[in-house]
């Protein structure tokens, strides 16, 4: 089904700073919709008028709504899902209780994430487990004949990234899901770059766990984050870094658990990011997932096919359709003077380096490309714009 795309005035008319300038960076932190700000400010003032205590408790039951709205965007109940303060800190929290023994085995992509990869790195080294890779087509996708093959009944974890953070390939992640929990791995799906993109569910997707951020294509403040996690697989992780939110303190030397997703989360947490987070997340979904992801996609379409057609311009992602992150390089111009000179065209671009994918930027022979995330608040005519000032560069 063919999803109508969104009106650019109706999306400009609530981001007023999408109007003067290109903004290209929803992949690193986007422009929160007005709502989004007046949520996070008013609730500050109102912290200052009346301390943070009484500013919660008048706020308490759309906090709690919360849940459901995340429930919502994740295909889940309110009890499957949890709020954090980044995705790093969601899918942190989920590695580390992922019971590990000696000899144990973890699987990873090519596209995994830098910060991701370091966890496995350290985590597993301490465990005494081994990361292992598995490899990728030319065209980027998991080799799903090679996955099969490696997985056995030592493979705890197979680590998997949605969209990759330096280009449009979408993995196909319910297949590998797949195949990884036949052979009862858990599957943790980074899924930072397309949450607040396109349609992110359990059902979609196949993964046991799901991780996602607010500041990206949700639209929502920086430090926020948010987790799902299947409740029927909730009672083979083992939470270690819990606090008064995710235990009762019992009796001197008891606690008592939760059994939610909610262990996951501490129980101090910023309530006016929080509620700016909600209001993202409410944003996100009367737009319709599927309407922005058409619109990324057309935005991302045409801003990719016009770099294309430039002579001295690579366009470098993978995929046979890809998503709204649009990765190149320009010969004989560094990325970082690419970002430099649209800068000054107030078009805002970023450079996205080998450490944040060393796994496929190593097999790629690259080490910086450019990165350009159209959001449906950009409208065609700055697209060719910035097609327009990459040609005269
Ligand atoms: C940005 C990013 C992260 C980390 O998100 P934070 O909110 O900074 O923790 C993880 N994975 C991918 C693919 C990313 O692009």
């Known amino acids: 089904m063919d999803a109508e795309l969104i009106p ?9 700073a999408a109007i003067n300038q290109v903004f290209l960076d929803s992949a690193g932190s986007s422009l929160p919709p007005r709502p989004v700000v007046d949520e996070v400010v008013a609730h500050l003032r109102r912290e200052a008028e009346v301390g943070g205590y009484r500013a919660f408790a008048e706020r308490l039951d759309e906090f709690e709504a919360g849940y459901g709205l995340a429930a919502e965007l994740f295909g889940c109940a309110p009890d499957e899902v949890a709020f954090t303060d980044s995705a790093s800190r969601s899918w942190l929290a989920l590695l580390d209780a992922v019971p590990l023994a000696a000899g144990d085995r973890i699987l990873t992509t090519e596209v995994e994430y830098g910060g991701n990869a370091i966890a496995l790195l350290n985590l597993a080294k301490r465990a005494g487990a081994t990361v292992e890779l598995v490899p990728s087509g030319a065209d980027g996708r998991i080799d799903l004949h090679a996955l099969r093959d490696t997985l056995d009944e030592r493979v705890k974890l197979v680590s998997l990234v949605h969209v990759p953070t330096n280009g449009g390939l979408v993995s196909p992640v319910a297949d590998a899901a797949a195949v990884a929990k036949d052979a009862g791995a858990l599957v943790l799906l980074d899924a ?18 799901i991780t996602g951020t607010g500041r990206k294509w949700l639209r929502g403040p920086r430090g926020t984050g948010l987790l799902a996690v299947r409740r029927s697989v909730l009672d083979r992780l083992e939470p270690r870094l819990i606090d008064l939110q995710g235990a009762t303190w019992t009796a001197p030397d008891e606690i008592t658990v939760r059994a939610d997703a909610r262990v996951f989360e501490l129980w101090e947490n910023s309530v006016a990011e929080r509620l700016g987070l909600l209001a993202a997340l409410r944003y996100a979904l009367d737009l319709g997932l599927d309407r922005i992801a058409a619109t990324v996609t057309a935005r991302a379409d045409r801003l990719r096919t016009g770099l294309a057609a430039l002579p001295r311009v690579t366009v470098h992602d993978l995929g046979t359709s890809p998503a709204g992150i649009v990765s190149f390089t320009v010969d004989g111009v560094a990325p970082d003077a690419v970002k430099a000179a649209l800068a000054e065209r107030d078009v805002t671009v970023t450079v996205s380096r080998v450490t944040s994918t060393r796994y496929d930027m190593t097999r790629r022979g690259l080490e910086q490309v450019v990165r350009a995330s159209p959001h449906y608040f950009v409208a065609d005519g700055q697209v060719d714009r910035t097609v327009d000032a990459v040609a005269r560069l």
């Not at 650019?8 to 007023?16: G, I, M, R, S």
């Open 8 to 16: 650019v005035e109706l999306a400009q008319a609530d981001t007023p």
């Open 192 to 209: 930072c770059q397309s949450i607040g993109q396109m349609p992110v569910t359990f059902a979609g997707t196949g993964a046991d766990m």
